[in-house]
């Protein structure tokens, strides 16, 4: 038996709803991506359940929240094993629309065994979801007692619908921003907290370097809390928003030096992931004129010995699982960074977005939280 120490706490209130993408993931490894013509055979091949959302919420499941998804699917094998496999993971799928025609959404994704790269080909499902799809009575009981909303951006017109109802209900609101995307705008002015994909800030805002474009985020969306960038094995950066006293005496400093100047405090020697902050700083970048009160701060990434790396297929979905979870428990961001980085590494080391996801019995998860 493990000592109860050893366990990740339960959250007081640990419902979350996931709005998004759901589909099935064909994986295929090979020695080497594959040239245009040629025949190739796998080395090692699975099927298992995908789509950011449904990776996100089995994460969070796993980790001891309780999920609901608020998805998609066609009444077809495919869909139903995703069901079955949410179900199964703790995941709530009574929100489910389940269409008796089309087809699920589904992806190949080739994983190169030499380069550690994931290839991945999307099949959308049809028929679409609407907007009509869902009820108003669903809806209402899908978010009764949340504390918190997440979206991968997918179904935009849903999307919009749910969130200004979260927000009408002051449901927090969390947004993985994979690319710039019809219907994104609407839905990033009602968050509260954006975790997005190393090219999403620059694309978005057109800023010339990624901490610049962070303060140009906090900048446009006012309600935002903290937006985090991730950058794979280079590990992530945060911008937290802080209180602008009127009158302290807060020192200003560039982003992009303030972000360099954090980077050189990062230790080669350690293993584990680790999280390095600014001091609260009024952040300039150039070509912005307004300035960004806040605290920059740097996550490196676990250190995956070679051997040990598999596949990073959903790697940035653990991430935001592990990052709903803190906000759940309510931890701080310094710890924050190091447990979603952790959670995501783990990920790595399996083939596919879920295998690998560690579940809340695992002593090393709770010792970040300590
Ligand atoms: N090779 C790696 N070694 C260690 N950690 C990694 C590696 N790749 C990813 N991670 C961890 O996972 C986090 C998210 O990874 P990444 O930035 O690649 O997300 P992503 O591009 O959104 O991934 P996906 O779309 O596949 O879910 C990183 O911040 C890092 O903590
Ligand atoms: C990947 O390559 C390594 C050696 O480079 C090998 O040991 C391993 O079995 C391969 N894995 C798969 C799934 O092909
Ligand atoms: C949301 O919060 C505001 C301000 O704190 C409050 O006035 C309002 O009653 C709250 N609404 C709900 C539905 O809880
Ligand atoms: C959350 O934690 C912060 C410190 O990190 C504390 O100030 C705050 O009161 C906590 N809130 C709740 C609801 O526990």
Redesign the pocket.
Known sequence: MMSSESVLPLPENPIIVGFGGVGVDFLA???SFPKPDSKIR???FTVQGGGNNGNTMTCAARLGLKPRIISKVSNDGPGKTMLEELEAEGVDTSFFVVSKEGTSPFSYII?D??SKTRTCIFTPGYPEMVPQDLSRANLLSALDGARVVYFDARMPDNALVIAQEAFHQNISILIDAERPREGLNDLLSLADYVVCSEKFPQAWTEASSIPRALVSIILRLPRLKFAIVTLGKDGCIMLEKCVDDEGSHIEEMDVDSCFVSLTTRKEDSTAMPTCIPSPVTKLRAEGIEESVCGRLYYGTSEKIPP?EL?DTTGAGDAFVGAVLYSICANLSLEKMLPFASYVAAANCRA?GARRGLPYRTNPRLASFTE
């Open positions: 490894v090979v020695p796998t080395t090692e994983v065994n030499q051997s598999v083939l």
